[in-house]
């Protein structure tokens, strides 16, 4: 979740002998990094700001933002989820031809280290391809996705942070599904500590095939919403056709315009569940930004659990 820097701190006592070693302590200084998008009120994004037009906030104390970087070009890798429960059966062959498009734009353009890694779910998560820029095997795994069983939405999100915690640069989960979760072990609160301790953005796109409110999956899309919204990415909500490739490309969009924050919490008092409140402001009237709403002290993580694809 941290990069961890080791800094030698030499304690000096009062009056030492001569030729005396001195003790060496060592201290972790830990640079906590916020991935930013900015609009203004029209909703177009804004990527010419400077580093003095945040404020960052670690409960509540204003912190010195250490690394500020515009428009940033750090290798994306990005955690492509796809819903393939039973409820998705009629759309699904829409959704792979939306999502091969998105694929084939995100490797047209930035970074030559840019990496998808594609996961299925229903009742279990399957992990297709790690990390790749083979355009070519990531469609052939799409070709192989046949739909079944039930939604296990926050493992996926759960496994995939997972995945994505020891990987350089920026790091995204898109998601794409039809509804809420039925079959996790995990829950909401783990999906999204998971995303925090990777520094994950989280976009869902939500492929609604119920326009009414009857037999919509109101909760799950709350869920989806608090997991976006915590993590400083947002949702989409489309039906299948235009309407999704636009979610796409908007993402990439987004992708492309980010501003990667950095800063060394200072005087930030402690906190009981240790999470840390983060707040982001903007200068400028007349601005919004989407940020993540905080981090955890702890990192690492657990044995993976998803299935390998044959």
């Known amino acids: 979740m941290f990069r961890v820097l080791t800094a030698a701190l030499v304690l000096l006592g009062g009056l030492m002998a001569a030729g005396a070693q001195q003790p060496t302590y060592k201290v972790e200084v830990r640079l906590v990094r916020i991935l930013a998008t900015v609009k203004n009120t029209a909703g177009e994004l804004v990527g010419e700001l400077s580093k003095e037009d945040f404020l960052v906030r670690d409960e509540g104390v204003p912190q010195e933002v250490a690394v500020f970087e515009r428009r940033t070009d750090q290798p994306l890798s990005v955690a492509l989820l796809i819903d393939t429960s039973l409820s998705t059966a009629i759309e699904l062959r829409y959704q792979m031809e939306s999502v091969r498009m998105f694929l084939k734009a995100f490797f047209g353009e930035g970074n030559p280290q840019d990496s998808v890694a594609l996961y299925s779910f229903n009742y279990e998560v399957t992990r297709h391809a790690g990390f790749t ?19 296990s939405l926050y493992d996926a999100i759960y496994l995939a942070a ?69 993590t400083g990415g947002r949702v989409f909500a489309p039906s299948v056709g235009p309407t999704l490739d636009q979610a796409f490309t908007e993402i990439l969009q987004e992708l492309r315009t980010q501003y990667l924050l950095g800063f060394y919490p200072r005087h ?37 659990g998803w299935r390998q694809a044959p």
């Open 133 to 151: 820029r083979r355009l070519d095997l990531l469609s052939a795994a799409l070709k192989r996705l046949k739909p079944e069983g039930g939604t």
């Open 162 to 230: 997972q995945d994505l915690e020891s990987r350089p640069g920026r790091r995204v989960i898109v998601l794409v599904t039809d509804g809420g979760d039925t079959t996790s072990v995990k829950n909401f609160h783990d999906a999204l500590k998971a995303a925090h301790l990777a520094d994950a953005v989280l976009y869902p796109i939500l492929v609604m095939p119920i326009k009414s409110d009857a037999g919509r999956n109101i909760r799950g899309e709350n869920a989806l919403t608090g997991l976006a919204l915590g």
């Open 268 to 304: 930030v008092p402690r906190v009981k569940d240790g999470f840390h409140r983060l707040e982001i402001r903007l200068r400028r009237p007349g601005l919004q930004v989407s940020a993540r709403s905080g981090y955890y002290e702890e990192s690492g993580s657990e044995g993976r």
